[in-house]
């Protein structure tokens, strides 16, 4: 097996600086699921399915018009559906309009393991709000929600060489009450260098147990070997992971580690401290370090 150089490895993970950065790797949930939103609507403009016209109905399919649709997640082309009336006033994407990134997020948080269908649907009815009905919406959300359910069950790789394994905290509103939940997001490096979103969960809240099971379900999707794994410093996440995969190497994020470290430095001193702590983080060898340490260090790190 062919693993990354220091300067591969750099180039594939430089653009990786926060998880909504993470977020957007699941660029290819987007395109499709715009793409099936458009035809459910056109299904509903018609009042007929798909290859199941009605003999009482003048209206009719007339092909697709192609669109290049922008977004954070990138650039893509989807099929506008057309009628032949040339009534048909899509919803999903307007004319002369681009993605919105309130669109995609909306997306994407409906591939989130976790969510219900009635999650979804309420997805579905941010998205349209009062523009169509709600028999309309839950029309959409059928068709939506066979490309959900294949791509979280879909066969992963073999191998990761490098995995990042993270939590998103956010605040939601159920059951009349703001619960905190956490979408826990697996962010996979196969051997050809290609990135690739392996799920997204959601849970109450970050844990090691939770971890256990999203690892667990990866490991039966096919996924048998983990190279390196990314983490902050949860704890028991690490046992977590070596009890499915044994092999596997920690590598804790550091700028997690430093954040826990500056816990303990006074406010008036945190400025020059990570500045010399970031000297010694650079270094290339644990050695190298040390010596950085002792000869240039303006902090004694001692006194922290």
Not at 64 to 90: L, V, W
Not at 159 to 179: C, M, N, P, S, W
Not at 215 to 226: D, T
């Amino acid at each position: 097996m062919k693993t990354l150089s220091y300067e591969e490895y750099q180039a594939k993970v430089k653009n990786l600086k926060t998880m909504s950065d993470v977020s957007s790797f699941a660029k290819e949930l987007v395109a499709p699921t715009i793409q099936a939103m458009l035809d459910a609507e056109l299904d509903q403009h018609l009042g007929y399915d798909k290859h199941v016209r009605h003999s009482n109905s003048n209206n009719a399919r007339n092909g697709y018009s192609q669109k290049t649709i922008k977004g954070e997640f990138g650039q893509a082309t989807i099929d506008i559906p057309r009628d032949r009336e040339a009534s048909f006033e899509p919803i999903a994407v307007k004319k002369y309009e681009t993605v919105e990134s309130d669109l995609e997020e909306k997306i994407i948080a409906m591939y989130a393991k976790g969510l219900s269908t009635r999650d979804i649907n309420s997805h579905m009815q941010d998205i349209y709000g009062v523009s169509i009905s709600s028999d309309k919406v839950s029309k959409i959300t059928d068709q939506v929600l066979p490309l959900v359910t294949e791509w979280q069950s879909r066969p992963l790789h073999h191998t990761y060489v490098i995995t990042y394994l993270d939590g998103i905290h956010f605040k939601v509103r159920a059951e009349g009450k703001i619960q905190s939940k956490c979408a826990y997001i697996i962010l996979g490096i196969t051997e050809s260098g290609h990135k690739e979103v392996l799920g997204i969960w959601v849970g109450e809240a970050e844990g090691a147990k939770f971890w256990a099971r999203v690892l667990n379900e990866i490991h039966n999707r096919g996924v048998k070997q983990l190279l390196i794994c990314c983490t902050d410093g949860l704890k028991g996440f690490s046992e977590a992971i070596k009890a499915v995969y044994p092999e596997a190497e920690i590598q804790k994020c550091i700028v997690h580690q430093i954040r826990n470290t500056t816990k303990y430095v006074s406010h008036k001193d945190k400025k020059e401290f990570c500045t010399d702590l970031k000297s010694i983080y650079k270094a290339p060898t644990e050695e190298a370090g040390l010596v950085v340490y002792k000869k240039g260090c303006n902090f004694k790190i001692s006194n922290a």
